[in-house]
Every structure is written in structure tokens, then in C-alpha cells.
């Protein structure tokens, strides 16, 4: 296992310097631009109407994005996705992108991404690469070793509300800011080209953000994970494919290509 495996094993969350060229962050940023030109249907404004700035989030947008194709396919990201994983393969399981225009004052509260989705299993992680210059003030936050907690209730990040799990069926996540001593933050200040790699129940936040901050986010599954059909929507949802991908099978579905093995 390399220094970074273990960091990411420990914390459950890395930086990784420059792990994308000058190259395919200028086509990514391309992608990005085209993607907030023309959102898909699964778009969705995260920032309230009287916010100066805009949040913006899209999903799975690979097949008709090729920019967006074209980092996840041949860049190093599944090798290294799988290197922190600690699996022998990496299948994607979605892209994301998030964009907070400047003056965006929305923060993204502390929350774990595993308890939205339709995933059961410890190997996964996700990468956050922005393609603007981020500030250590506006960047994603963690808190160190979470992901080896329990998995937190997951509200929607406006109303607050309990629109997965029922009421009371997972622990409420901790108040995190008003006890900052409590806990180890890790954030950095990150650079196009740089990523930070974090594992799904890791539970992290970010303020608003000053500056435009266009941030394209891609997350893999390794060889234990699992589909966990859900009797909810799932963010993002992928309608249809309980009928055809049952419970406790691998992701071996189109929509989850296998991207590296080892």
C-alpha cells in the first residue's frame, strides 16, 4: 500500500497535486462550460433565489458529454481510484458537476455522499477537481476519519428534509461548526490540476465561494460494492435499473463501465 493509500485509509481524505495535465484540465473546463450551457433534465439549482451567486449541479452527463468521456476514460483517474481503493478494478459509478458562481453565499452543509446513493460496500471514492483556482476559504472541507463512523441521516440541503432514510433510522449528523475543536478539518487550497480524493461516507462541507468555482466530481466503485435498490429516489436516480440489476449484484450494467483492471 503507498503513502497516499494509506492517508486516504486513514482520513478518508487526500490531496493530490497536479494529478491532471494542463491539457486535460483545459478540455475538462470545456466540457464543464458546455455542460452549464446546456444542462440535462437532471439539473438542479442548489442556491436560493435572493442568493448574489448561483449554485448549480448536474449528473451523469458522460455519454453525451465527450469531454467529460474523455478524462474518465483515459486519464489516470481509475488507476489511482483503484490504488486508494485497494481494489484490483474501478468501475465508474457517476459524474457531477457543481458550480458556484461568484458571490455564491450558499455553503454545502456537512453531509456523507454513500447514504444518497444506491451503493453498499467500503471500496469507493470520489474525486473533486476544479478548473478554477480555489481558495482554502471557499474549498471542500472533511472531517478526518468520519468515514469510518456510522453512516449520518442525509436531508436535502435547503429544506433540511429527510427525503431518504425515514425519520430516526440513522443517526443525525454532529453539529460540526459549532464544536471546530472537536474534530480534525482537513482542506486545502487547490490549483487547476490538483484533486482531492475522498471516500463516500466521509462527511464534508464547503462555504460560498467568492470567486466562480466550476468543479467537475467523479466517483468509482471497486470490486466489493454492490447495488443497494432503494425504495426512493436515489441522487442522482437511475429510473429502470432495479428492474434489471438486483439486489447485492456488482454494478455490471452499461450505465457502470469498467474503467480499470488490474
Known sequence: ?????????????????????????????????????????????????NDPGRFIEDFCNWQENPQYGDLIFNSRLSRVAA??????????????????????RQRTPWHQDQPYYNIEGRQNVSFWIPVDPVPRESTLEFV??????????????????????????????????????AHRILG???EPGDAVAFHMLTLHGSAGSATRRRVFSVRFVGDD?????????????????AERLPEGAPFEDPLFPLVYHN
Do not use: Y
Request: proline residues 7%.
Open 1 to 49: 500500500m503507498s503513502a497516499l493509500s494509506e492517508q486516504f485509509a486513514c482520513d478518508g481524505a487526500v490531496v493530490i497535486r497536479n494529478l491532471l495535465t494542463l491539457s486535460q484540465v483545459a478540455t475538462l473546463r470545456e466540457g464543464v462550460d458546455a455542460n452549464l450551457e446546456r444542462p440535462s433534465k437532471r439539473a438542479k439549482t442548489a442556491s436560493g433565489s
Open 83 to 104: 490504488e486508494l481503493m485497494g481494489s484490483r478494478t474501478a468501475r465508474l459509478h457517476h459524474d457531477h458537476m457543481l458550480t458556484k458562481e461568484a458571490g455564491t
Open 144 to 181: 478526518a476519519g468520519s468515514h469510518l463512523g456510522p453512516w449520518l441521516m442525509p436531508r436535502s440541503f435547503m429544506a433540511n428534509e429527510a427525503k431518504w432514510f425515514p425519520e430516526g433510522s440513522l443517526a443525525e449528523l454532529p453539529d460540526v461548526d459549532s464544536d471546530l475543536d
Open 188 to 190: 486545502w487550497a487547490l
Open 225 to 241: 460494492a454492490r447495488h443497494a435498490p432503494r425504495a426512493w429516489p436515489t441522487s442522482p436516480e437511475f429510473p429502470g435499473l
